[in-house]
């Protein structure tokens, strides 16, 4: 089956406690972004990545991390310095280049 | 910082209706640019992407582009209640980057 899966659905965490978002995709796309969205928002990139081993801070990187170690993965960590990590999380990949990207089903981050 | 913006709506128009929704871009750099529809709760879908000036059809779906006036539109035509959602103007930023850059959105409403 192929695509782009975001796992899990929806997350919720302590304050204070990383965690890791999954993003997996058999698409063959070179080009992988995560974005964060909040009620009634646009969508704001956080990172980006047009190739393995290489990523991009975005508009609002503080508070994130990732890696990019397979074309396939891109996984997003919210740290603990994340002031507000509270969002709908879009994971996104596309062909490298000028094209459309695709986005996965998202992750509801609730943080208690 | 480059940017894309949409008047956030909502828009209603009545069902059989053209719904004409507008996207101005900052970077003259960007030659990419795409729509998504997303309903409420759910990931952005793709609807239309436009790399040239001038008018692109697909279906009900018009894409309209002036690079002149930095200014991208989508036009629906015989809209439909199941066309209430927010769309989404995206622009690819075409320097070293490759940054997929969005709107806040247009809110959609269909009145049956």
């Known amino acids: 089956d192929g695509g782009i899966t975001q796992s899990p659905k929806y997350l919720f965490r302590k304050e204070g406690q990383n965690v890791t978002l999954s993003c997996e995709q058999n698409?063959?796309?070179?080009?992988m972004y995560w974005y964060r969205q909040d009620p009634g928002q646009g969508l704001r990139l956080i990172y980006y990545?047009?190739?393995?081993?290489?990523?991009q801070k975005g508009d609002i990187a503080e508070g994130y991390s990732v890696s990019r170690e397979k074309k396939e993965s891109f996984p997003l960590t919210v740290t603990s310095a994340q002031k507000n990590p509270t969002a709908f999380y879009l994971c996104a990949t596309g062909l490298q280049g000028a094209t459309e990207a695709f986005f996965g089903q998202g992750t509801r981050l609730t943080v208690v | 910082q480059k940017e894309v913006e949409q008047n956030s709506g909502p828009l209603s128009v009545p069902e059989g209706a053209i719904a004409s929704l507008n996207c101005t871009y900052s970077?003259?750099?960007?030659?990419?640019f795409f729509w998504y529809r997303q309903y409420s709760g759910k990931s952005p879908e793709l609807i239309m992407s436009i790399y040239s000036n001038g008018d692109k059809e697909d279906g009900r779906f018009t894409a309209q582009l002036n690079k002149a006036s930095q200014y991208v539109s989508l036009l629906i035509r015989d809209s439909q209640p199941s066309d209430s959602a927010t769309y989404l103007c995206a622009a690819l930023q075409m320097d070293s980057s490759y940054k997929l850059i969005f709107g806040s959105g247009t809110r959609l409403l269909v009145r049956p």
């Open positions: 970077d003259r750099g960007s030659q990419s």
């Open positions: 990545s047009q190739i393995v081993n290489d990523f």
């Open positions: 698409l063959n796309h070179d080009a």
